[in-house]
C-alpha cells in the first residue's frame, strides 16, 4: 500500500485554468507539506499543515491555496494557471511538525502549463 | 541568505567502487541535516539524517560525514550499486523547525 499518495500523476491544462492536485497519506502522520520541484530538479518548500493548521507559507502566489480537510488529506487548489507553474508537485507527510521528523513523499504530480 | 549546495551536479562512478557526493551549507544555524535520494520518475526517498553534535553517522553502506568548521556534508555509499543511480539531495533544518532547505541535487551514474 502507497504510504504517500497523489493524484493525478500527470496534469496537462491551458494557460489560464484552475485545477488541484490531492494528497492523501495512511501513515497516521500529522504533518503534511507540499514542494515544488522545476526545471533543474530543485526542491522548495511550499506549505505546511499540522492538524488541518497552516504552519509554513512560504513565498508562494496567493494563486495556490492548501486546503486540508482532515489531517490525513492536504490539497493544492491552483488558479488561473501560468507556464510558470509547470512542475513537479510532491506531497510530503511526517509524523510531527518538527525538523527531525523525516518526511516522506508522495511519487509526485507533473504538472504541465500549456 | 541561507544556502545549501552541492560541489558537483553530476557523478560517475563504476559499479563497487566507492562513491563520495558533497554538499557545503552557508547557514551556521542548521543543525539537523539529511540526504535523500531520488529516483527517476520517483519522490525523494529518506536516506540518512545527522544532527549538529555529530560528526559522523553510519547507515547500510552509507555514511555520513559533517564538518561544521567548513560547513561541508558529504555522503559516502560504499560499493556502489546500479541500483544507486539516482540524484541525491542534501537538505538542512534548524532549531527544531520542520522548513527544510534543499540542495540543488547530484545526478549519480553507476557504470557497469
Known amino acids: 500500500d502507497t504510504a504517500v499518495s497523489q493524484t493525478p500523476k500527470y496534469l496537462v491544462t491551458q494557460m489560464g485554468n484552475d485545477k488541484s492536485i490531492k494528497c492523501e497519506q495512511n501513515?497516521?502522520?500529522?504533518?503534511m507539506y507540499w514542494y515544488k520541484q522545476d526545471s533543474k530538479k530543485f526542491l522548495k518548500i511550499m506549505f505546511s499543515y499540522n492538524n488541518k493548521e497552516l504552519i509554513i507559507n512560504e513565498t508562494v502566489p496567493n494563486r495556490f491555496s492548501p486546503k486540508s480537510p482532515d489531517k490525513a488529506h492536504l490539497n493544492l487548489h491552483i488558479n488561473s494557471l501560468e507556464l510558470g507553474d509547470s512542475a513537479v508537485y510532491f506531497c510530503?507527510?511526517?509524523?510531527?511538525?518538527?525538523?527531525?521528523?523525516?518526511?516522506?513523499f508522495g511519487p509526485g504530480t507533473r504538472l504541465t502549463v500549456l | 541568505g541561507e544556502s545549501v549546495g552541492l560541489h558537483l551536479p553530476t557523478l560517475s562512478v563504476q559499479e563497487g567502487d566507492n562513491s563520495i557526493i558533497n554538499c557545503a551549507y552557508s547557514n551556521s544555524a542548521s543543525d539537523y541535516f539529511i540526504w535523500y535520494k531520488q529516483e527517476s520518475g520517483k519522490g525523494p526517498q529518506f536516506i540518512i539524517d545527522i544532527r549538529s553534535n555529530m560528526d559522523k553517522r553510519q547507515g547500510q553502506r552509507v555514511t555520513v560525514l559533517l564538518n561544521k568548521t567548513v560547513k561541508h556534508l558529504s555522503l559516502q555509499i560504499a560499493a556502489t550499486q546500479p541500483g544507486d543511480s539516482a540524484v541525491y539531495f542534501c537538505a538542512e533544518s534548524k532549531g527544531g523547525g520542520n522548513k527544510l532547505t534543499f540542495g540543488t541535487g547530484t545526478q549519480l551514474k553507476v557504470e557497469l
Open positions: 501513515l497516521g502522520h500529522d504533518t
Open positions: 510530503a507527510s511526517s509524523h510531527g511538525g518538527r525538523g527531525t521528523d523525516t518526511q516522506y
